[in-house]
C-alpha cells in the first residue's frame, strides 16, 4: 500500500528480478503483472460477474504480449497451467487501484469486491502458490482479499 508515486511498482519490479535470481533455491516463477493492462470488451454486472478464467486468460495473454516470442509463447500455451496448477509460480500483481474496469468503482462496490476475491483465489487456489499485491489507499481490496501482511510505504520526507 502507499501513496501515488511511493515506489510501490518499482519496489514490485525490483522484488522480481531478485526471486528469479532464486527460482532454483524456491522453485517459484515469479509473475510481474500490471493490473491496470487488464482491459477487457466484456461488460460485467452483478449477473455477469468476472471469473477466474477471465483473471488467468490476461494472465497468459500478458505474458505472451511482454514476451513476444514464438518459444515463449508456445511455452505459457503448454505449460502455464500445469505450473500454476502445481503451485510454482510466484505472482506479482501491481496497480489494482488502476485495473480498467474498477477506475468509475466506488471502494465499496460489489466488482472491487468481486476482483479482491478474485486475486485472492489465486493464492488460495493452491497452498503453495505466493502472491503480492500493490495498491494505493483510495480503491483498494476488500476484505474478500484475506491478506495475513499489509505493508505500508510511507514517503520519504
Known sequence: MGDPGSGKSTVLRKLSKELLKEVHKTNKIPLYVNLKEWNVEE???VENPPHLHHLI?????NLKNRLSDI????????????LYEQGYFYFIFDSFDEIPMLL????????????????????????????????RYFRQPTKQFKTHVKMQIKPFS
Open 43 to 45: 461488460v460485467f454486472n
Open 57 to 61: 486468460d490476461f494472465i497468459k495473454l
Open 71 to 82: 518459444w515463449a509463447s508456445d511455452f505459457i500455451s503448454d505449460y502455464f497451467d500445469k
Open 104 to 135: 468509475d468503482e466506488t471502494e465499496t462496490s460489489w466488482l472491487v469486491n468481486k476482483v479482491s476475491a478474485l486475486l485472492y483465489s489465486i493464492c488460495s487456489h493452491n497452498k503453495n502458490t505466493r502472491i503480492v499485491l500493490s495498491s
